[in-house]
């Protein structure tokens, strides 16, 4: 059975390398080490109008195949933080101003082979409601995080697109589509997934996509959404190609490719399912 779930699967949808958030630019937002890489540096920039103190610290997070992530107590067997150092591990920006942070990887020996993760949070630590009318204080805490991994012999993982669906967004009345990905092995993968309509002429179009798509070892299954491009629509039978590109490590590399055919009949249960 086809699990219809809605999902962004471990992914962030920015800039390619930055990312904007609660008056904080990160970059990059993703990093990967290579076996001989020892060291790297994200850039922090408050982009608001206040001086702002940022708390930068590990977090252990475990992907899960319908979207999102279970917060973990502990760091485990396959978190990256038991052997990185950061630098600084707290800083007092002011508007506009940026910080390098430095991550040090100190590999143990005899280290077994696979992949090791954890997640670099920043939170930006609250002030004090300065309106002496208020007995209120605001303290809410805002956070982000991204992704830092280190690889051990790595591999090529296995990726099958094992099926792809469409179907009706009951929020929009658009159509989207519904994809089973399955990966095999000790490493994740990263990379866009694409949309391609091809009509009986065979000329092709990109009508969706998703980048930064990583899924991760934990995860053999991942259950994804693809919607439409807002200026994209289907009303005509053909095929759609779908083709999960790899990114940055595994540039020109294509982990898959499904080709879904598109008949009047499943065109028409769109049609139907919008007139309920």
Same mark, same amino acid.
Request: proline content about 4%.
């Given at each position: ?17 930055? /990312? ?113 009318? /208020? ?51 000790k490493f994740s993968s990263y ?86």
């Open positions: 059975m086809f699990y219809k779930v809605v999902v962004l699967l471990a992914l962030s949808v920015c800039t390619i390398g930055k /990312s904007a958030h609660a008056n904080l630019l990160i970059s990059p937002t993703r990093i990967s080490f290579d076996e001989r890489q020892r060291t790297a540096k994200v850039t922090v920039i408050n982009t608001g109008d206040k001086y702002q103190t940022y708390r930068v610290l590990w977090s252990e997070k475990q992907a899960q195949p319908t979207g999102g992530y279970i917060q973990l107590a502990e760091p485990t067997n396959e978190s990256l933080s038991t052997m990185a150092r950061l630098s600084p591990k707290q800083m007092r920006l002011a508007p506009g101003e940026k910080q390098t942070v430095k991550i040090a990887i100190r590999k143990p020996k005899n280290l077994v082979s696979g992949e090791y993760r954890s997640h670099l949070l920043f939170q930006a630590l609250p002030g004090e409601n300065t309106n002496k009318t /208020s007995s209120i204080k605001v303290n809410m805490i805002m956070s982000y995080s991204i992704p830092i991994l280190l690889r051990k012999d790595m591999q090529q993982p296995n990726v099958v697109i094992e099926q792809a669906q469409l179907v009706l967004n009951n929020s929009n009345k658009r159509p989207q589509f519904l994809l089973n990905i399955n990966r095999e092995g990379g866009k997934l694409s949309a391609y309509f091809v009509d009986s002429n065979n000329e092709q179009v990109k009508i969706a996509e998703i980048g930064n798509l990583s899924i991760y070892p934990e995860v053999n299954n991942a259950f994804v959404t693809l919607s439409l491009f807002s200026d994209k629509n289907l009303d005509k039978t053909g095929k759609v190609i779908f083709k999960y590109e790899g990114s940055q490590e595994y540039k020109d590399l294509e982990f898959a490719q499904y080709t879904l055919p598109l008949t009047s009949q499943s065109l028409n249960v769109l049609t139907v399912n919008e007139a309920k």
